[in-house]
């Protein structure tokens, strides 16, 4: 591994605004437009303008390009603009390289966005369709002919497995689907809000790849969501205090595949996240004992449990118990199976509110937040923490 120790990059950048549409499953609108209301509500969160905006982050996957969306918002001029590849991995890297901008001084106030239709559109879990050649289709050509054709089935792998290790039954992934629900019953902005579950509804719930049924997999969601990044210094003449990014991260793992990484000697871990975790325990000078929120990136349930591992919350294979234990509050909005699936953007914005003291669901003294992306992919996290 190329690094080793702190990075610069933490302590340098700060959150001041965050802006979404409202989640559904049939928006009614272009994604182009999606991704203007959410930088516009962002912006205005933040107390800006979009003339202060001089770059913008984003997916490799998002349909809405960074010039065309700032034309659309009435920007200026851009001196930064750069996407993220890896799908759901993505999300906490649109905000690094944002981090990064500022702390550079190649830009001044960056937005990252995420927009998408993507139930009403193109359906991420419909699996692959077709896809032009490449060397990603060339690995997923080792799977794909034997019947692994979407993401469920990708995740099902390692699922089984992590069973198999330790012992443990799919009433161990219903855990994190209870948890997340049970916040998600209290957000008015979830799509589940007022629909908490048992683990008996979990168990209740029909197979989609064995062992994960329906309430394992996240939703397929319309809508967008932004967040603004710039200076801590020009973040305290801002509306809210700074919501400091006191690390950043991305990592991706030896032999590491896109969701499909099942030729390691052991499928029961994430060792890409567990780049991220050292990376961001090194740099932000904390462990895992003093993190007050997790929101953990949860497009499956079983890669949940499997980050907590890697962060050190608990042993391997001892997850589902300190989840059923809620020993660390775990995403408070509901998560992409509770609140929205936006590539993990919504959990951003979860983690600021949770710093700032505004979510529905505030947990009393939240200062420190660890945010994660998309697992089974290179991915990325950030801790968050209120201004020291």
Avoid at 54 to 59: P, Q
Avoid at 113 to 138: D, I, K, L, M, T
Avoid at 363 to 376: D, K, N
Wanted: hydrophobic content about 40%.
């Amino acid at each position: 591994m190329s690094v080793h120790e702190r990075d610069a990059l933490g302590g340098r950048a700060a959150i001041v605004g965050v802006g979404a549409t409202e989640f559904t499953k049939d928006s009614g609108r272009s994604e182009l437009r999606l991704a203007v209301e959410a930088v516009r509500a962002a912006l205005d969160d933040a107390g800006l303008a979009p003339a202060d905006v001089d770059g913008m982050v984003t997916f490799t996957m998002d349909t809405s390009p960074e010039i065309t969306v700032a034309q659309a918002c009435g920007m200026g001029e851009l001196s930064f603009f750069s996407r993220v590849h890896y799908g759901g991995g993505a999300a906490c890297a649109t905000v690094q390289q944002a981090a990064l901008a500022v702390a550079t001084g190649i830009a001044e106030v960056v937005v990252c966005y995420r927009a998408f239709n993507e139930r009403s559109g193109r359906r991420f879990g419909s699996g692959v369709q077709h896809r032009e050649p490449s060397a990603e289709g060339v690995a997923l050509g080792w799977s794909l002919p034997f019947g692994l054709l979407t993401p469920a089935s990708w995740v099902a792998m390692a699922a089984q497995r992590y069973l198999h290790t330790y012992g443990l039954t799919p009433e161990a992934f219903g855990q994190v689907a209870v948890v997340d629900r049970k916040y998600a019953a209290t957000n008015p902005a979830a799509y589940f809000h007022g629909r908490p579950i048992t683990l008996a509804d979990h168990a209740a719930s029909r197979w989609i790849v064995e062992p994960l049924r329906l309430l394992d997999c996240c939703q397929e969601t319309d809508g967008g969501q932004a967040i603004v990044v710039t200076s801590v210094e020009r973040a305290r003449d801002l509306p809210h205090p700074p919501t400091v990014i006191a690390a950043a991260a991305q990592g991706a793992g030896r032999g590491q595949e896109q969701m499909t990484s099942y030729y390691r000697d052991d499928l029961t871990g994430l060792p890409e996240m567990g780049v991220v975790a050292r990376q961001l325990w090194r740099t932000a000078g904390l462990g895992p004992g003093e993190i007050d929120v997790g929101i953990l990136y949860d497009h499956f349930t079983p890669f949940v449990l499997m980050q907590l591992e890697e962060f050190g919350f608990c042993g391997k294979g001892e997850a589902a118990g300190f989840v059923a234990e809620e020993r660390l509050p775990l995403n408070t909005h509901g998560g992409q199976l509770g609140e929205a699936y936006l590539h993990g953007m919504n959990g951003i914005a979860e983690g600021v509110r949770q710093v700032r003291g505004t979510s529905v669901n505030q947990i009393s003294g939240a200062e420190r937040v660890l945010v994660t992306a998309g697992t089974g992919v290179p991915t990325s996290g950030l801790v968050l923490t209120a201004e020291r």
